[in-house]
């Protein structure tokens, strides 16, 4: 049975609609401005097996409801920037999205979790032309937005292997290698971000012509 039953086309509606809106406003600055918003945009109709087992582990019934109201990441997008800074001309522009309005925004990269996880959550309420499981129409589903840098990206798939992979030996002395590394590439982070500014402010200059 599908965890998402009848919501399922309304949920590919949504994160198709959300995927055109991201690629076009991202088009529209390189266009613009000659530099790309993001490098990857990446997203997912969370598996049936990923959500039910979501589910089972809150102590939540294997219901579409329950997957969509109790849970709020069953479409999920990761993009994938150069710079701090396009994180957050990112999600500003996410905000500004047709149809959608942001339920709850967590910014773990000023208030950066204790693992040294850093990254930019946004859930976002899309509105669809079907009826959501509150039997309104339109309705409302929800959508995770997740922004990171290059290195935060990195550093997450790692993390996330350690912590799903079963049987780590030195998990205590891995853990701390990790935070050590998450400290030092968001050191990285800061000085792109530094040069990138410095460049930018730097006055451009014209080259002279020789006759």
Not at 161 to 171: C, G, I, L, S, T
Not at 174 to 196: F, N, P, V
Request: net charge neutral; proline share 4%; charged share 30%.
């Amino acid at each position: 049975m599908d965890i998402y039953g009848t919501y399922r086309p309304a949920l590919e509606a949504v994160m198709d609609r959300i995927a055109g809106q991201i690629r076009a406003y991202g088009a529209a600055a390189q266009e613009a401005a000659g530099e790309s918003l993001y490098e990857h945009l990446r997203y997912r109709l969370k598996s049936e097996e990923s959500m039910e087992g979501k589910l089972r582990q809150r102590g939540l019934p294997l219901t579409a409801e329950s997957a969509l109201r109790s849970v709020r990441d069953a479409v999920g997008f990761r993009i994938v920037c150069r710079f701090i800074d396009d994180i957050y001309e990112n999600a500003a522009r996410i905000r500004a999205l047709p149809g959608t309005s942001v339920v709850e925004e967590k910014d773990y990269i000023r208030q950066v979790k204790p693992n040294g996880y850093r990254s930019y959550h946004m859930i976002l309420s899309a509105e669809a032309p079907f009826r959501d499981p509150d039997g309104k129409e339109p309705g409302q589903f929800f959508v995770e937005v997740q922004l990171r840098t290059i290195a935060m990206d990195s550093w997450a798939a790692l993390e996330h292997d350690m912590r799903y992979k079963h049987h780590v030996e030195n998990p205590e002395l891995i853990g701390r290698e990790l935070k050590r590394c998450a400290d030092e590439l968001a050191s990285c982070d800061i000085s792109m971000q530094t040069i990138r500014n410095l460049i930018r402010r730097s006055p451009a200059k014209e080259k002279e012509e020789t006759k």
